[in-house]
């Protein structure tokens, strides 16, 4: 059955560093691609960032290119999103989610985790 398993959001203050993880099962990460969204309150769910099973390609939406850093490590299934110099409108909850290939739009994905709240603020 496919699961996954955000982990690692938190508080951070401004110019801060976080790690988030996300624990795949049911399914290898060489086969299917893993995007990172985000929401904040009011806000429309948007792509921050993909990594493609099949060859280990990145993508990054505009507003946190040079910021954030998207990573798996197959063996443990695991897909990880290192957030370097966040600012408050970082602040979201970031899901993870699984899709054939990677895409900006969060309806090509079928599976979800439950989220995790990141909230940058002094």
């Known amino acids: 059955q496919v699961q996954l398993v955000e982990s690692g959001g938190g508080l951070v203050q401004p110019g801060g560093s976080l790690r988030l993880s996300c624990a795949a099962s049911g399914f290898s990460l060489d086969y299917l691609a893993i995007g990172w969204f985000r929401q904040a309150p009011g806000k429309e769910r948007e792509g921050v960032s993909c990594i493609s099973g099949s060859d280990g390609k990145t993508y990054y939406a505009d507003s946190v290119k040079g910021r954030f850093t998207i990573s798996k490590d197959n063996a443990e299934n695991t897909m990880y999103l290192q957030m370097n110099s966040l600012k408050p409108e970082d602040t979201a909850v970031y899901y993870c989610?699984?899709?054939?290939?990677?895409?900006?739009?969060?309806?090509?994905?079928?599976?979800w985790g439950q989220g995790t709240q990141v909230t940058v603020s002094s």
């Open positions: 989610a699984a899709s054939l290939i990677c895409g900006s739009s969060w309806r090509a994905y079928d599976y």
